[in-house]
């Protein structure tokens, strides 16, 4: 499986631009790269998801490196309900289907 | 509305009994997947199921049990040989293994063995 990595926490101020790592050096060609975030004690929400490209929506962009063994997840203007725990996922696919495997995530903490 | 619905949302059990959460979801999707989240963690993975009728394990699948007897039913079964089954137990749920979209979360039940 690969595996991802991700600072165990961040801070950042209120209006400012998140810029959230996540370093996937074993990475499968096939295999894709998801955000999602948890709020406490809540189910996670989906972000965002890549493959090769970079992709925007209306949360957030993911920017995906060319050797796709690192990305970013940069949400534009951070507020204070964007506080949680960011989850970089890599999707993996076996032969008897496909599964996310959840790594410890970053607290992001959204300062006034 | 189409989502996912976990119940109980809080659960009280005593050590050596068996317990069942229940997860059900409206949104015709073919997978469904069981995590556990100890406090401070991320998600460990249980077992999923790809299809009605199947499942497989996950990364920590000792201690529990599942069946997919219905599309929209994927309950989980935390038996007493789990040696420490406290903890935020998550069901998901997605189009399936050809899709590579958003998988949808419900909210959680909460297990405390006394």
């Known amino acids: 499986d690969a595996k991802t990595t991700q600072p165990t926490s961040m801070d950042c101020a209120e209006g400012r631009a998140a810029n959230l790592p996540c370093n996937h050096s074993?990475?499968?060609?096939?295999?894709?790269v998801y955000w999602y975030r948890q709020i406490h004690s809540q189910g996670p929400q989906y972000i965002i998801h890549?493959?090769?490209n970079n992709e925007t929506n209306e949360m957030a962009s993911l920017i995906i490196t060319e050797d796709r063994k690192s990305s970013t997840l940069i949400l534009p203007h951070a507020t204070l309900r964007d506080t949680a725990v960011y989850y970089c996922i890599v999707r993996v696919v076996e032969t008897s289907g496909s599964r996310l495997t959840f790594g410890e995530g970053t607290q992001l903490t959204v300062n006034p | 509305d189409g989502g996912i619905t976990q119940s109980p949302k809080y659960l009280f059990r005593k050590e050596g009994q068996n317990v069942t959460l229940s997860c059900e979801q409206n949104l015709n999707h073919d997978a469904m997947y069981w995590y556990r989240q100890d406090p401070g963690q991320g998600l460990r993975l249980i077992y999923y199921?790809?299809?009605?009728?199947?499942?497989q394990k996950g990364d920590i699948a000792e201690g529990y049990s599942v069946s997919r007897e219905k599309k929209e039913s994927f309950p989980l079964t935390v038996t007493s040989a789990q040696k420490n089954p406290t903890a935020f137990y998550l069901c998901a749920s997605n189009k399936g293994a050809s899709n590579t979209g958003e998988l949808f979360f419900g909210e959680g039940s909460r297990l405390t063995v006394l």
């Open positions: 199921s790809q299809i009605v009728n199947d499942f």
């Open positions: 890549g493959l090769k």
């Open positions: 074993t990475i499968s060609g096939n295999e894709y």
